[in-house]
């Protein structure tokens, strides 16, 4: 048997979902004391800006597909 995919349409865009993600993150990070926990915030704020400027450049109007 296999599982039903959940296909709801989300309100908020991609691009504003990982950069709440990465704000919600380093605020996070900022109220706790230095340790891996706090790098470890860091680490996946950083990887969600990064993500949001991935998906930035590869749905850019000037992204052409190679020949």
């Known amino acids: ?3 039903k ?3 709801r349409k ?4 991609f691009d504003e979902r990982l950069q709440r993600a990465a704000d919600e993150a380093r605020a996070a990070a900022e109220q ?3 340790g891996e926990a706090r ?3 860091l ?3 950083r990887q969600a800006e ?3 400027h991935l998906n930035e450049w590869l749905t850019s109007p000037g992204l052409q597909s190679p020949r």
């Open 5 to 7: 995919r959940n296909r």
């Open 39 to 41: 790098d470890a915030l």
């Open 10 to 13: 989300n309100s908020v865009p």
């Open 50 to 52: 990064t993500a949001a």
């Open 43 to 45: 680490k996946k704020a």
């Open 32 to 34: 706790l004391p230095q």
């Open 1 to 3: 048997m296999t599982a």
